[in-house]
C-alpha cells in the first residue's frame, strides 16, 4: 500500500449506532481518522478517542526515517508531557492521517510541525499492520536520504539527534527507544542499506 483510498460518496462515522451508542458522537476531540483495510481503502471514519480506545478498527499512521549517506538516522526524543511513551526515543518524524489526508501529505504535515522540516522528497520504504492492546495501526514507513535543514521542532519533540546503526543496535530491548520504533526498525535498517 502507498497510499489511501477515499470513497467518492459519503464515509460512516463510527462506532456505528447500536445498543450502547444509539446514534450518538463519542465525546473527544474533533481530529477525525480514517478508518481502512489493511489495503489503505477506508471504509469509515471516527475520533482518535474512539481509534484509541479499544476500538479495533484499523486507522494509518506515517513514519519518517531520515538517514544520512553514512547510515546514521535522525531520532527525535518524544516531550516528556506526550501521552505515550513520554521521553523515549522515536523515528524521525510521524503521526496520525487524519480523515481526508493522504499519506503523502501526512507525512509532508508532520514533518513541518515536528522537525520545522520541508522541501523534502519521502521516499516510500513499506507498510506493515502495528497492533497493540489497544489499537490497531496501518504504518506507512518514508525515509528521505541526507541531511536537510531543520526548522524548529515542534512542542512533541523534546530533542533531536543523529544515532549511528552500532548505537540503535546497542540500545535495542533497553526501554530506550518507544515499542513502535524497536518493531519497526530490523525492516526500516533492511530498507534503508539498500538505499544509502
Same mark, same amino acid.
Given at each position: 500500500?502507498? $497510499?489511501?483510498?477515499? &470513497? ?7 462506532? #456505528? !449506532?447500536?445498543?450502547?451508542?444509539? @446514534?450518538?458522537?463519542? &465525546? ?5 481518522? &480514517?478508518?481502512?483495510?489493511? $489495503? @489503505?481503502?477506508?471504509? /469509515? ?7 484509541? @480506545?479499544?476500538? #479495533? ?13 553514512? /547510515? ?5 526524543? #518524544? ?7 513520554? /521521553? ?5 518524524? @510521524? ?26 522528497? !519521502?521516499?516510500?520504504?513499506?507498510? #506493515? ?36 546503526? !552500532? ?18 526498525? &530490523? ?10
Amino acid at each position: 500500500m502507498i $497510499d489511501l483510498y477515499y &470513497p467518492t460518496d459519503n464515509v460512516p462515522l463510527f462506532p #456505528r !449506532p447500536s445498543v450502547d451508542h444509539p @446514534g450518538k458522537a463519542v &465525546p473527544g476531540s474533533a481530529e477525525m481518522l &480514517p478508518l481502512v483495510t489493511p $489495503d @489503505g481503502v477506508v471504509f /469509515g471514519r471516527a475520533s482518535r478517542e474512539w481509534c484509541h @480506545g479499544g476500538s #479495533r478498527e484499523l486507522h494509518p499512521v506515517v513514519h519518517l526515517f531520515i538517514a544520512d549517506r553514512e /547510515g546514521n538516522v535522525l531520532l527525535q526524543k #518524544r516531550a516528556s508531557w506526550k501521552e505515550t511513551y513520554p /521521553g523515549a526515543w522515536d523515528m524521525s518524524a @510521524g503521526g496520525h492521517v487524519t480523515f481526508g489526508e493522504s499519506a503523502l501529505e501526512t507525512v509532508y504535515r508532520e514533518a513541518e510541525e515536528e522537525l520545522g522540516l520541508v522541501g523534502f522528497t !519521502p521516499l516510500y520504504l513499506f507498510s #506493515r499492520l502495528d497492533e497493540r492492546e489497544t489499537e490497531r495501526e496501518l504504518s506507512v514507513a518514508y525515509a528521505v536520504i541526507g541531511r536537510p535543514a531543520l526548522g524548529n521542532w515542534g512542542s512533541e519533540v523534546e530533542q533531536c539527534r543523529w544515532w549511528s546503526i !552500532p548505537e540503535i543496535e546497542a540500545q535495542m530491548g533497553k526501554g530506550v527507544f518507544t515499542p513502535v520504533f524497536e518493531a519497526e526498525w &530490523p525492516l526500516v535498517k533492511e530498507k534503508l542499506a539498500s538505499l544509502l
